[in-house]
């Protein structure tokens, strides 16, 4: 193949990184727009008493100014979800309840930030402060509700505000407490992941104003712009027709852009104003109004024979959801789906627990899905029952793992009639390929490098999805140009993973022209077919095989014209190299295009493909941490990390091993850096790149990565995802590590050096007694 599993630089990357013009604020070129602010709540739960904006709307240049008076009572949800949304739809606009410390209380719009900002402070407010649920372990038939009526959801999801629920779930798999009840050994612990933010180059942002036809225009950085014309439409009551989205280059997401958090208040002050608005989210408010990771407890209980065999898997789940329900249900159901399937071998598996509401910072979508933290929770447990039983914990995996071609009820695609089978696994070649990277048989279980330095060994494995089974389609078009170039159109969101280039390469592979011949467009709704997003590490796999069947269905029908061009029979005619032949005739695609420009053929082709797939084939990442630690201090840093890959076939090495990369360091973050903090009263108190930490270059040393491919029969070119399952191994490896170089396993992200430290003395001084 010429383009298909080369390394090709992404298309538009030197141009991104000479600055030139690609992203929403780049491309507002209205000066005249209002800027909106929004007045928030100091508050983690109050009701509204009374709002006086008096002297704001008095003042010069301030244009409007909304409260909860003003606005529709329509309840809906941001998620950016297929409809009908599995999330609870208790937001409004406005609402005279607000319910953590940021929630909106006001919308004002001004000529100017400064004018904006002076007018947010003159509106008084009286707000009954009550008493908020802030505990995740105490919100559960709590006194203190966080919403105190039941609000509507598409079907039936557990939800239960009377108890401060917002969905729940239970599913068993054989009889997990007889198979507990005969095991040799049993594991049970409890693990704590924190919230973690999505800490992307670009705030949230939109623009907006009424074109020439009088319909809305909204221009956004985000990643699902179908979904936000569905959810402006209902919103504001106006029809999608009547919606006009534009969609520029984002400025990184990691799937906090899957929540439509911003566009509805531009948006509605155009509406009332019928003038140009614009919001520019400030990193405060992104840290703080926006969606982050969901904080999670999991129990775990492991059951085995002393052989390693496991017979028993049981993870009960509390999920944070903050204030609002958004990805609340998908999040928490993911935790199981994403690790049950993983240890299919065992006879009996449950997964079971909450999504819980609390008065804090709304959490959403966040690359891994709730696979991430289920990972932690179950590879933790699994490298624990590893050392119960002392058996290396590789050869415990490579024991237990699902192997190819084998069954379970939990993979996507699974129905109470049939299991689903795994098409496509190399992950215990990835686990024997990783040993050897790291060095295991030599370094395992750890290495003393001075009198208080030692390095600790650590792994653990994961899986993920490719697109979501059963319900999110994508579209491709592809046309012929005049003159013979192509443009492909798509609405997937290219937000730096290189989305653009892939699609670029599967459509010029197929097509047989350079790939300058093709160009991709993903910008205007008007005129990009339909696709649901980029989310659930759908773009290779879902989009990339609607471009695929697109190029296909257009090769097809320039075959068809080149025969009537030509007057030959259609099955005469091949298409090689951008050149159409039969027998001794031929026509190249610049001159066919000619041809169907002009009057003897008068015709435009498009090739068009859909995809959605009735399952969602799992990638695997084999992880493997080298973690010097510091035992006079505690501080841990990672030194060497190992992650071996199966994506299926790798479309383009460069993009995919950048992806790999960038989400190890995420999950280093995770590990050992990134600590959302809120203070008594729920304030967030790491609203700034001041207080909240992520990973810098200097705080890791290598990172390794290989790709051992499989095949995945459903996949463009047996391709798999990649984008999410990249950062799940590093905080259950990291936490290996240290558990090997301190004696000290530490079951709560992130490991600070504190922690390490104090657990370390702690233990010494036990020995010592």
């Not at 699994?382 to 379970?408: C, T």
């Not at 339909?530 to 773009?539: I, K």
């Not at 992650?643 to 993009?655: H, P, T, Y």
Request: aromatic share 6%; with cysteine.
């Amino acid at each position: 193949m010429k383009y298909v599993g080369k390394g090709i630089p992404k298309i538009d990357g030197l141009a991104l990184v000479k600055g030139k013009p690609a992203y929403t604020s780049d491309l507002d070129i209205n000066d005249n727009a209002l800027i909106v602010k929004i007045l928030r709540s100091p508050h983690a739960k109050a009701r509204i008493i009374g709002i006086d904006a008096s002297t704001a709307l008095a003042m010069t240049g301030v244009e409007c100014v909304l409260t909860h008076e003003d606005v529709p009572k329509t309840r809906f949800t941001l998620a950016g979800q297929s409809f009908p949304e599995p999330s609870p739809y208790d937001r409004r606009i406005l609402d005279d309840r607000v319910r953590y410390v940021g929630d909106e209380v006001a919308i004002v719009a001004a000529v100017d930030e400064a004018t904006a900002m002076e007018a947010l402070a003159t509106i008084k407010v009286d707000y009954q402060v009550e008493t908020p649920a802030l505990d995740l372990n105490e919100a559960i038939d709590s006194e203190h509700l966080v919403h105190d009526y039941e609000v509507h959801t598409n079907f039936p999801i557990g939800h239960d505000a009377t108890r401060n629920i917002a969905a729940s779930h239970y599913s068993e798999q054989g009889d997990v407490e007889a198979e507990l009840a005969a095991s040799d050994v049993v594991v049970e612990e409890i693990y704590n992941t924190q919230a973690q933010a999505h800490a992307m180059m670009e705030t949230y942002r939109a623009t907006t104003s009424l074109d020439v036809n009088g319909r809305l225009q909204v221009m956004s950085s985000t990643q699902i712009p179908y979904h936000v014309r569905r959810h402006l439409s209902r919103i504001l009551d106006i029809p999608k027709s009547r919606i006009k989205i534009l969609k520029p280059r984002l400025g990184g997401g990691f799937g906090g852009k899957q929540t439509a958090s911003v566009e509805l208040f531009p948006a509605i002050v155009t509406m009332k104003t019928g003038k140009p608005a614009k919001i520019v989210y400030t990193r405060p408010e992104t840290f703080a109004c926006a969606t982050s990771r969901h904080a999670m407890q999991l129990k775990v209980r492991l059951g085995a024979d002393r052989d390693g065999t496991i017979r028993a898997v049981d993870i009960y789940c509390l999920s944070d959801t903050g204030a609002y329900g958004e990805h609340a249900p998908t999040v928490f159901w993911v935790v199981g789906q994403k690790t049950l399937p993983l240890y299919g071998k065992a006879k009996s598996c449950r997964y079971h627990g909450h999504a819980v509401y609390t008065n804090k910072s709304p959490a959403g979508a966040l690359r891994g899905y709730g696979a991430t933290q289920g990972t932690f929770a179950l590879e933790s447990a699994i490298n624990q029952l590893a050392a119960e039983l002392d058996i290396d914990p590789a050869e415990l995996r490579l024991k237990n793992l699902l192997n190819e071609g084998e069954s379970h009820p939990e993979l996507c695609g699974s129905s109470p009639e049939k299991n689903a089978t795994l098409a496509s696994s190399s992950l215990h070649r990835c686990i024997k390929r990783g040993r050897e990277l790291i060095g295991w048989p030599k370094n395992y279980s750890a290495v003393k490098i001075s009198e208080n330095k030692v390095r600790g060994y650590g792994m653990s494995v994961t899986m993920q999805g490719s697109g979501i089974s059963g319900i999110d389609t994508a579209s491709a078009l592809i046309k012929l140009n005049e003159d013979g170039f192509f443009t492909l159109s798509h609405s997937a969101s290219d937000m730096g993973q290189g989305s653009d280039t892939v699609l670029n390469q599967i459509a010029a592979e197929i097509l047989e022209v350079e790939m300058e011949q093709v160009v991709v467009t993903s910008f205007d709704l008007d005129t990009s077919p339909y696709d649901p997003g980029a989310y659930a590490s759908s773009g290779a796999y879902v989009t990339g095989h609607a471009t695929l069947l697109a190029a296909h269905d257009l090769v097809r029908q320039m075959c068809e014209s080149a025969a009537k061009a030509l007057n030959v029979t259609i099955d005469s005619v091949e298409y090689a190299g951008g050149v159409l032949t039969s027998d001794n005739k031929s026509m190249t695609i610049s001159e066919l295009a000619a041809h169907l420009c002009s009057q003897g053929g008068m015709d435009i082709l498009v090739g068009k493909g859909t995809f959605g797939s009735e399952t969602s084939p799992p990638p695997f990442i084999a992880g493997f941490a080298e973690v010097e630690v510091d035992l006079e201090t505690g501080k841990s840093m990672v030194t060497d990390y190992v992650a071996v890959v199966d994506c299926g076939k790798v479309l383009n090495e460069n993009l995919a091993r950048i992806q790999v990369e960038g989400g190890v360091v995420m999950g280093i973050g995770m590990g050992l850096y990134e600590d959302v903090r809120f203070s008594s009263k729920g304030r967030l108190a790491t609203a700034s790149f001041m207080e909240y930490r992520i990973p810098s270059r200097e705080d890791f040393g290598r990172i390794r990565v290989e790709f051992e491919e499989s095949h995945e029969p459903t996949g463009p070119y047996g391709a798999k995802s990649i984008g999410e399952v990249v950062c799940n191994t590093p905080p259950p490896a990291i936490a290996h590590a240290i558990a090997n170089a301190t004696g000290q396993w530490h079951r709560k992200l992130p490991i600070l050096a504190e922690d390490v430290l104090l657990a370390y003395i702690r233990k010494r001084e036990t020995e010592h007694e």
